[in-house]
Nanobody, 125 residues
Framework: QVQLVESGGGLVQAGGSLRLSCSASGRAFSNYAMGWFRQAPGKEREFVVA????????SPADSVKGRFTISRDLVKNTVYLQMNSLKPEDTAAYYCAANLGGLRNARDPRRIDYWGQGTQVTVSS
């Protein structure tokens, strides 16, 4: 069992930056690929970015490539999402996710093993 708790959301102006954190507890956190998803009101949950269990490989969605960066600290059991050059269309609830498989599975919301409760990010124009 893995528990995930996100933090760091808030209100920011377009062009600004935020860093989200996802603190994990439970057994064998280091075995899981981790990802971030987001969901805007009235829309489906969409993939943002994922990272392998080792932290050596990442896979961002095209919409955030070059702006968002995922990283993980295996000692602190924490995953981070650094978001730069934020746009109003980035406004959504952001969810941390864990998958026992590889990077491909961590990109698919249907294959996620554990979800966090979400943190709201609002980007004003």
């Amino acid at each position: 069992q893995v528990q995930l708790v996100e933090s760091g959301g808030g209100l920011v102006q377009a062009g600004g930056s935020l860093r989200l954190s996802c603190s994990a507890s439970g057994r064998a956190f280091s075995n899981y690929a981790m990802g971030w998803f987001r969901q805007a009101p009235g829309k489906e949950r969409e993939f943002v970015v994922a990272i392998t269990w080792s932290g050596l490989s990442t896979s961002p969605a095209d919409s955030v490539k070059g702006r968002f960066t995922i990283s993980r600290d295996l000692v602190k059991n924490t995953v981070y999402l650094q978001m730069n050059s934020l746009k109003p269309e980035d406004t959504a609830a952001y969810y941390c996710a864990a998958n026992l498989g590889g990077l491909r599975n961590a990109r698919d919301p249907r294959r996620i093993d554990y979800w966090g409760q979400g943190t709201q990010v609002t980007v004003s124009s």
